[in-house]
């Protein structure tokens, strides 16, 4: 069974751009969670998707959005970068059944802004 | 709000001894989950195990096992054995059962193994 997948794995911008990172995950999850690991402020919860819908969001601005589409896979979108976005971003993904929910972890993206 | 403290920024250990990693974690609520994820220098954050917080029986993956004292709000992970490939960074991570899912981590835990 295929884990998740994560696009691209590394991504270089400059500051003001705009990037969007792509997620795919395990076949038969619904739910799909982002994360940023920035260095020195650990794992932050950014955003939950189910179903198509938004159902969480951490404390970020508007500028870090998201979509999830019909076949569940997901898209982190970014704006107006800054310096302090440089950061892994990590994917996950959960099916949400009846005790198994747990979430298993994408690669990963390695987000730089010059 | 829920929050996870790992209090050891490193630790290491000779390989085939045995080692704990310390995680303490406050909620008000009753029902939830723990878990254990290691982050080796791929940096792909692997599932190490998982405690539900309504079993009273501490969990055990192979050479993994956790000591859960609900009371205590500690959830310490045990590695026996050592081995060269546990070396990682260990994250202790906290998810409310119902409503948002989302994991909390605590700061993490640099493991290092000696030969």
């Known amino acids: 069974e295929a884990g998740v997948t994560q696009s691209p794995t590394h991504l270089i911008k400059t500051r003001g751009q705009q990037v969007t990172l792509r997620c795919s995950p395990i076949?038969?999850?619904?739910?799909v969670y982002w994360y940023q690991q920035a260095l020195g402020l650990g794992l932050q919860f950014l955003l939950w998707?189910?179903?198509?819908?938004?159902?969480n969001r951490g404390n970020f601005p508007p500028r870090f959005s998201g979509r999830q589409f019909p076949n569940y896979s997901s898209e982190l979108n970014v704006n107006a970068l800054e310096l302090e976005d440089s950061a892994l971003y990590l994917c996950a993904s959960s099916s949400d059944r009846d005790g198994e929910d747990t979430q298993y972890f994408g690669p990963g993206t390695r987000l730089t802004v010059l | 709000a829920q929050t996870v403290t790992q209090s050891q920024p490193e630790m290491s250990v000779q390989e085939a001894e045995t080692v704990t990693l310390s995680c303490t974690y406050d909620?008000?609520?009753?029902?939830?989950?723990l878990f254990w994820y290691k982050q080796p220098p791929s940096r792909q954050m692997i599932l190490v195990i998982r405690q539900e917080a309504y079993k009273q029986q501490n969990a055990t993956e192979n050479r993994f096992s956790v000591n859960f004292q609900k009371a205590a709000k500690s959830f310490s992970l045990k590695i026996s054995d050592s081995q060269l490939g546990d070396a990682a960074m260990y994250f202790c991570?906290?998810?409310?059962?119902?409503?948002?899912?989302?994991?909390?981590f605590g700061q993490g835990t640099r493991l290092t193994i000696n030969p």
């Open positions: 998707y189910d179903e198509g819908e938004e159902r």
């Open positions: 909620t008000s609520e009753s029902d939830y989950y």
């Open positions: 991570a906290y998810a409310f059962i119902q409503g948002a899912q989302k994991l909390v």
């Open positions: 076949s038969g999850h619904t739910s």
